[in-house]
Every structure is written in C-alpha cells, then in structure tokens.
C-alpha cells in the first residue's frame, strides 16, 4: 500500500477510534489557506463542548510520529484551528490530540500541542 493510502486508511482508523469513545466526526482533511499558508487538520470531531482537532501519523515507532510534526506544521494547524472555531462562532473547548496509528496499536496523545 502506498503512503498515500496508508494515510487515507490511518485516518479511517483514527475516526473509528474516537467514535468508540463517544465523539463525533464533524469533518476530515478540513483544508484552509492556499500554497505555501495551506493547511490540512486531518479530523475535527466533538463531544459535548469540546472540540478536538486531531493530527494523525501512521508510524513505526512514537518518535518517529513526533519526528513528523514540525512547527511549522503545528503553526498551520492552530491557524486552521483559528479559522475553523472563529466560522463556527465556538464558544466551548478546543484541543489538539495526535494519535499515532502504528502495527496492531493506536496511542491517543491529549493535549499534544
């Protein structure tokens, strides 16, 4: 499987996953800006008054999927988050969690950045 469809299916998983833990998915790969600003947050979900923007890394090890964040990314990623609770007009909670899809495992990182 190409990391294009590992990807795909990692984010498939990771949905799955949060509705096992009462979530809601409200959108996947939400996109804002355009080139060089682009931003993707790969699941947005919710429970209750919370929002959860979730990054999601298909990976061999942990370190390997905090390897793959940079701060650029993580600066993009609150900019879209921004964008998205400010067209939503959200007055509740928001958070970044990361989870980590690995062989056989999933490890659900609250409050990454």
């Known amino acids: 499987m190409d990391s294009y469809k590992t990807g795909i ?3 498939i998983l990771a949905c799955a996953f949060l509705v096992l833990h009462g979530f809601r998915i409200l959108h996947r790969r939400y996109t804002t800006g355009r080139n060089t600003n682009r931003a993707e947050i790969d699941i947005i979900a919710k429970r209750g008054k ?3 923007f979730v990054e999601v890394k298909h990976r061999k ?3 390997a999927a905090w ?3 940079s701060k650029t990314q993580e600066r993009r990623l609150r900019l879209a988050a921004e964008t998205f ?3 939503k007009r959200w007055r509740g909670d928001a958070r970044f969690d990361v989870i980590i899809v ?3 495992h999933i490890d659900w990182v609250k409050n990454a950045f």
């Open 9 to 11: 299916f990692s984010e």
């Open 67 to 69: 390897g793959a964040i």
């Open 102 to 104: 690995r062989a056989w």
């Open 61 to 63: 090890t942990v370190m």
């Open 50 to 52: 919370l929002i959860l």
């Open 85 to 87: 609770l400010l067209q």
